[in-house]
C-alpha cells in the first residue's frame, strides 16, 4: 500500500495560570529519543474555577491546528475540562504532513501526547486519573498508535479514555490500553470506515472499543467548513453527524469522570 494512502488529513513548562483566559500558549518537554530532546509547545484553556479538572489532549489533523480543532477545545472548556492542544509541528518546522505522514511520524505524536499527559499531570489544576485524549484523522491513528503501545513501551501512565475521529485503521484494536470511541463517516474514502469495523475486538476486551459509522458523511464530517478534495479525497461537513458525534465524545468521557468520582 503507498504511504499517501496511509495519511488521512487532520494534526520546562511555562507555568500554570489561575485565570479563564481564551487560550495561553504553553511549552514542556517532549519525551526524548535516541540521545535527543525537544520542547513542545501547545495552547491550554482552563474553565471557570479552582480545579481540579478533568483534562483533555487533542491532537490535530495532518494540516494542523485548524480553527475547528479550537471549536472542540472551546465545548471541552464549556463541559468542564481543562484543555491541551499539541502542536506537533510548529517545533520541528513543519507546517503540514497531509503529504507525507510520516514526516511527524503517528509513533512520534503518540509520544507528545504521553508527554502532554505528564505535564497536565503535574499540575494541580488536573486530577491525574482523568486525563483524556482525542484525535484528528493523523491525530486520530496518532491516539490508536498511543493506546496500542505495547507495555514495555509506554512511556507513562495510559489515558482514562480516548477518542479518535476518523483514524486510518489498520492494526487489530483489542489491545488498548484505555477504553475507545471511533466516529468515522461511512462515505470517508481516506480512512475507509469498513477498515475501522473490521479492525473492532471480536470478544470481550480488558477496555470497550466502540465504532460508530455515519451514514452519508465523509472524511472531516465534524469540520463546519466548505467542501474540498485534499490528496484526491472528499471532505464534508455534515452536521447531523457533527452534532451527534459531540453528543457521543461528551457521553463518552462523562462515564469516565463518573466513574472515577465513584471509586473516590
Known sequence: MRYIKIV?????????????????????????????????????????????????VLLSGCAGIQPFIKQWAAKFVDWGYLTLIVDSFGPRGVKSVCGDPFLVSFATRADDAYAARKYLAGSPLVKPDRIFLIGWSHGGKS????????????????????????????????????????????????????????MQPKK????????????????????????????????????????????????FFGKYVQQERSNE
Open 8 to 56: 488521512c488529513i487532520s494534526i520546562i513548562a511555562l507555568g500554570w495560570l489561575a485565570s479563564s483566559a481564551a487560550a495561553d500558549m504553553v511549552s514542556f518537554p517532549g519525551l526524548a529519543k535516541a540521545g535527543k530532546s525537544i520542547e513542545l509547545r501547545a495552547e491550554l484553556l482552563k474553565p471557570p474555577g479552582k480545579g481540579p479538572f478533568p483534562a483533555v
Open 204 to 251: 470481550k476486551t480488558a477496555n470497550e472499543v466502540i465504532v460508530k459509522v455515519y451514514p452519508g458523511a465523509y472524511h472531516r464530517f465534524d469540520a463546519d467548513m466548505p467542501p474540498m478534495t485534499n490528496q484526491g479525497h472528499h471532505l464534508e461537513y455534515n452536521p447531523e453527524a457533527a452534532s451527534d458525534a459531540a453528543v457521543q465524545v461528551r457521553g
Open 143 to 198: 491516539v490508536l498508535t498511543a493506546l496500542l503501545d505495547s507495555p514495555d513501551q509506554k512511556p507513562g501512565p495510559p489515558f482514562r479514555a480516548a477518542v479518535a475521529f476518523y483514524p486510518y485503521c489498520n492494526e487489530p484494536l483489542d489491545a488498548v490500553n484505555a477504553p475507545l470511541l471511533i466516529l468515522i463517516g461511512e462515505l470517508d474514502d481516506w480512512c475507509p470506515a469498513s477498515y475501522c469495523v473490521a
